[in-house]
């Protein structure tokens, strides 16, 4: 999936977020993509994606290009500390990337896998309340365990949310499971 598929999910999972956080006002959260190999905080950002969680990339040239600019930048960090007072780092910023090769254009070939969950995550997790978001409607029930030991809360995978898919094909206005 390619960036703008990737927004389209962003856009659509935070419309959720926020319809869904205001059903249950004890709860305090905020979205991570996540995968059985790793997560990070939501985010538009491809190359901080390819920095926090690799993974959640297909395995193209373009993504092994883009871990190299940021192995190089990597690098290049204690010297852009050390060269450059605080306020004029972005000068140092601006000299990194220009001895790299077009990160703009190289992060936007990036695509993403769309089998990548969105989930809700608490800053203080309240078990009741979490249980009884489980059964939410906008909540995917195919995706989140439907059980008081898990405080997991998906609200879909990228694709589905790219599509505009709520939970299931339910409609947006439905919270009661019915359209």
Known sequence: ??????????????????????????????????????????????????????????????????????EKIQDREPDRKSQYPTEKRS?????????????????????????TFVEIRFSKPVPDLIFQMQKDPLVSREHTPQTEASVRIVLGTIEELSRG???????KNDINGKT
């Open 91 to 115: 000068e140092g910023d601006r000299r990194i990337k220009k001895g790299l090769r077009d990160p703009d254009r190289i992060a936007d070939s990036l695509e993403v896998k769309g089998d």
């Open 165 to 171: 898919r709520r939970n299931e094909g339910r409609g």
């Open 1 to 70: 999936m390619r960036k703008k598929e990737l927004l389209a999910a962003i856009a659509n999972a935070d419309g959720i977020f926020r319809e869904i956080m205001g059903r249950y006002a004890g709860l305090k959260g905020y979205l991570v993509f996540s995968s059985p190999f790793g997560q990070c905080e939501l985010t538009g950002d491809l190359m901080k994606i390819a920095k926090e969680f690799p993974d959640m990339l297909m395995d193209t040239d373009t993504k092994r290009e883009a871990l190299k600019h940021l």
